[in-house]
């Protein structure tokens, strides 16, 4: 009968180890999925960021569109004016060698590196085929100019997909830590952000 209780004393043991053992480490791992899946999260923002300064510097103002800002940084091209020559060659000048041209310098090219999966730019990281909310529009001064702005954020509902819900921190918690908005957002329809994103 002693043997029974050390045996059955011995299953307890090593069931209970095994509960510790979990309830130590699920929320290790849940913080390093996490801290993975915020991190290409703000990589890709911060790559949507760029898209957008850039179509804005092109056409004037923000695009709502992944569709648009896409087709726009894989098929249009940037005009830069080089110089041929020094103007401070004087002889050069006097024979007309030094002139400026027009070049047309790819947008994929300058902005991002070689290889660069342009189309998974409106897709968030780590959660199938969900995309980030994109929009733009414009916010008014104090003084009455209209100033371009652009919001690109996913929800931690759509960050998070499929980690256990038992482990995210309370969605106050991440508020404050995110500034009011519960997930991961550059720039903003609603505030002068100067397009930061709530990370920074």
Same mark, same amino acid.
């Given at each position: @009968?002693?043997?029974?209780?050390?045996?059955?004393?011995?299953?307890?043991?090593?069931?209970?180890?095994?509960?510790?053992y979990e309830g130590i @480490?699920?929320?290790?791992?849940?913080?390093?999925?996490?801290?993975?899946?915020?991190?290409?999260?703000?990589?890709?923002?911060?790559?949507?960021?760029? $898209?957008?300064? =850039?179509?804005?510097?092109?056409?004037?103002?923000?695009?709502?569109?992944?569709? +648009?800002? %896409?087709?726009?940084?894989?098929?249009?091209?940037?005009?830069?004016?080089?110089?041929?020559?020094? @103007?401070?060659?004087? %002889?050069?000048? =006097?024979?007309?060698?030094?002139?400026?041209? +027009?070049?047309?310098?790819?947008?994929?090219?300058?902005?991002?590196?070689?290889?660069? $999966?342009?189309?998974?730019?409106?897709?968030?990281?780590? #959660?199938?085929? #969900?995309?980030?909310?994109?929009? =733009?529009?414009?916010?008014?001064?104090?003084?009455? %100019?209209?100033?371009?702005?652009?919001? =690109?954020? #996913?929800?931690n509902d759509v960050i998070?997909?499929?980690?256990?819900?038992?482990?995210?921190?309370?969605?106050?918690?991440?508020?404050?830590?995110?500034?009011?908005?519960?997930?991961?957002?550059?720039?903003?329809?609603?505030?002068? +952000?100067?397009? $930061?994103?709530?990370?920074?």
């Amino acid at each position: @009968m002693k043997t029974v209780y050390q045996i059955l004393l011995f299953a307890v043991i090593v069931v209970l180890s095994y509960f510790i053992y979990e309830g130590i @480490m699920n929320p290790i791992r849940f913080e390093k999925e996490k801290n993975k899946r915020y991190n290409k999260t703000i990589e890709r923002l911060k790559d949507i960021r760029t $898209a957008e300064l =850039a179509y804005r510097l092109e056409n004037n103002k923000f695009t709502g569109s992944f569709d +648009t800002l %896409i087709h726009f940084v894989k098929y249009d091209s940037f005009n830069v004016v080089k110089q041929v020559g020094s @103007m401070d060659d004087s %002889i050069a000048v =006097a024979k007309g060698l030094v002139y400026r041209e +027009t070049i047309k310098i790819s947008v994929l090219d300058s902005l991002f590196k070689k290889g660069y $999966a342009v189309d998974s730019l409106r897709h968030v990281p780590y #959660a199938g085929n #969900a995309e980030f909310e994109l929009k =733009a529009g414009h916010l008014e001064t104090g003084s009455g %100019i209209k100033v371009q702005v652009f919001e =690109a954020k #996913a929800h931690n509902d759509v960050i998070l997909k499929g980690l256990d819900r038992q482990l995210v921190v309370n969605e106050n918690d991440l508020r404050k830590k995110l500034e009011r908005y519960p997930g991961l957002q550059v720039g903003s329809l609603t505030e002068f +952000t100067n397009h $930061a994103g709530n990370w920074e």
